[in-house]
């Protein structure tokens, strides 16, 4: 199934893997306005930290999953003991495990989002991001649509169907795209 994702996306976007150098092919490609490019990264690798994906460079943020450090990691396991035995009673070392995962994800997040007027849409691909909402930044928090109506704890205006969300999407590319030809024309 991915190499059907990957092959319809080929069709229409020039598709990249996350390799040493390649972000220089990259953003070349999406400079030529020829269509672009879908690059893919993991989360924690090289390209989803400290590299400026600014304007037209990242238009959007799809991370599949959560990406949670590894349980088996000595110094990760001792850290989380040091701090369930500091605070006993707060589960000190599973909020940091989870603290440690939702910083990736914003880390990525925030390669694509570097200033006020830049924009992104983001996709986060995983049946678990509902119950860590309130570990997002607070100005996507109120932002976020869920396709999905498996939460009922979730206000409805945050609960979308499929058809829904690609009909957001759409209209959220098409009205950032009216609004960039309205400021080339001043």
Not at 8 to 36: C, P
Not at 145 to 155: I, K
Request: proline share 4%; glycine share 6%; hydrophobic share 30%.
């Amino acid at each position: 199934q991915q190499e059907g994702i990957v092959r319809d996306i080929s069709k229409v976007k020039r598709y990249l893997r996350e390799q040493e150098g390649i972000f220089d092919t990259y953003k070349r490609h999406v400079e030529a306005k020829k269509g672009g490019a879908f690059l893919t990264c993991v989360v924690g690798g090289k390209l989803s930290e400290g590299i400026d994906f600014k304007n037209q460079l990242g238009r959007a943020v799809i991370i599949i999953g959560l990406p949670y450090a590894n349980p088996s990691d000595m110094a990760l396991k001792e850290q989380m003991m040091y701090l369930d035995k500091t605070y006993p009673k707060e589960q000190a070392g599973a909020e940091f495990y989870e603290a440690l995962c939702m910083n990736r994800v914003n880390q990525s997040i925030g390669r694509a989002i570097r200033h006020a007027s830049d924009y992104a849409t983001l996709i986060l691909a995983d049946a678990r991001y509902p119950s860590k909402h309130h570990l997002l930044p607070t100005w996507i928090q109120d932002h976020i649509t869920y396709q999905t109506c498996q939460y009922p704890h979730l206000h409805p205006h945050q609960k979308q169907t499929k058809l829904q969300c690609i009909q957001t999407l759409r209209h959220f590319f098409r009205s950032h795209s009216e609004e960039e030809k309205k400021k080339k024309k001043k």
